[in-house]
């Protein structure tokens, strides 16, 4: 009887124990649980999507503002990476307003006082950065639920519909983002729009780029290049002026690799006052030639490089500035100042109102493309 009894226990130990295994989470990589993004907001499912390649590379993405939540690539030492901030939870997307990894839409970056005039008509969209409009509104794409389609194990098509009038912004946009990850650890990014009425539209992605992986850790001794003789100025409330200045001689000449940090908090430099350090447009020499490298980010601490292209003439590069310690990202770690890069590429800041600037009018009729490409590599 007693053996009868030992048995049974431990039958039922095991069967417990296997239960447990079975309940446990299914992680990604990044140590991403898939349900936490599962759920529903402005009655559209959001979900996680997993992206991966034969060399071990892991892009995971949300269709919650189509945003890029981890990038995991290996270091100098094999010891895999993730190179980007975010959130463990769309909880936090949903609670926390933030730009981390999203594509950014209608319109990237700012419109003078909100308002701009297109075939004799003026429009006024919502304020919400310094008295301009700023990254499509309050209530950008970023807020957005793309429908998702996962092509396959490397493609996840995002598609958005946003009505005439949403934001102020005019006619239907129909609009698709797709990810693509290369077998040489580069994330591909495609912009596609068709509209039903003359429009503006300028999308970008708004990753947080940190290649130590550590985001207890400042950037201010990774390396920038920009390959830009020139930039755009910007006035006290972040708005370009509508000058194109030259980057010789000054704290904005970024086309030999230079540390970050060396001239950040050169707040004598007008420019960099301003901008409280790094956030303005470069004029890249690019021409749209996807071939040519537009700008390149090096962690000496762990050898990833970060190559970005792009058919778009400019490029943000933000540095952080306002992540202030106030919000935790994954895994619980604080986000303090500048413990992330941005490199936007994108049509100049404020194009609609500065007509001798590359145009961002779409009509009827007409397909808006955008392309910009992250590479990733390993410098030992």
């Not at 996680?48 to 995991?72: D, H, P």
């Amino acid at each position: 009887m007693k053996k009868t009894f030992l048995a049974l226990f431990a039958a039922s130990v095991l069967a417990f124990s296997c239960t447990e295994k079975k309940a446990a989470p299914e992680l990604t990589l990044s140590g991403l649980d898939k349900k936490n993004f599962e759920t529903e907001t402005n009655g559209k499912g959001t979900d996680l999507y997993v992206l991966k390649n034969s060399a071990g590379m892991e892009v995971c993405i949300t269709n919650f503002g189509a945003r890029i939540v981890s990038i995991m690539i290996p270091d100098k030492d094999g010891q895999m990476k993730d190179v980007v901030l975010g959130f463990d939870s769309i909880q936090d997307y949903l609670n926390i307003p933030s730009d981390f990894g999203a594509a950014i839409g209608r319109y990237a970056n700012r419109i003078n006082k909100g308002h701009f005039e297109l075939d004799g008509e003026h429009f006024q969209l919502p304020i919400n950065n310094f008295g301009h409009s700023l990254h499509g509104g309050p209530k950008g794409f970023q807020y957005a639920v793309y429908n998702a389609t996962q092509i396959d194990d490397k493609t996840i098509e995002l598609s958005y519909l946003a009505k005439d009038g949403e934001q102020g912004y005019p006619g239907n946009l129909d609009c698709k983002v797709t990810y693509t990850l290369t077998e040489d650890n580069a994330i591909d990014i495609k912009y596609a729009a068709e509209t039903d009425k003359a429009t503006i539209i300028n999308m970008t992605n708004h990753s947080y780029f940190n290649l130590d992986g550590d985001a207890t850790v400042s950037s201010k001794d990774w390396l920038l290049t920009l390959n830009a003789d020139s930039y755009t100025p910007v006035d006290t409330t972040f708005m370009t002026t509508g000058e194109i200045l030259t980057v010789e001689g000054t704290d904005m000449d970024f086309r030999v690799p230079t540390a970050i940090g060396s001239r950040i908090d050169n707040f004598e430099f007008d420019q960099l006052k301003n901008g409280n350090g790094y956030d303005h447009n470069w004029v890249l020499n690019t021409n749209g030639d996807i071939a040519k490298v537009a700008a390149t980010l090096e962690s000496l601490k762990s050898g990833i490089v970060l190559d970005v292209y792009t058919t778009e003439p400019g490029i943000q590069f933000y540095a952080g500035n306002f992540l202030d310690g106030t919000v935790k990202g994954k895994q619980g770690v604080t986000y303090q100042q500048r413990v992330g890069v941005c490199l936007e590429t994108q049509k100049y800041p404020d194009a609609p109102n500065k007509k001798d600037w590359p145009s961002a009018t779409l009509r009827p009729g007409e397909k808006y493309e955008s392309h910009t490409i992250f590479k990733f590599s390993v410098k030992k």
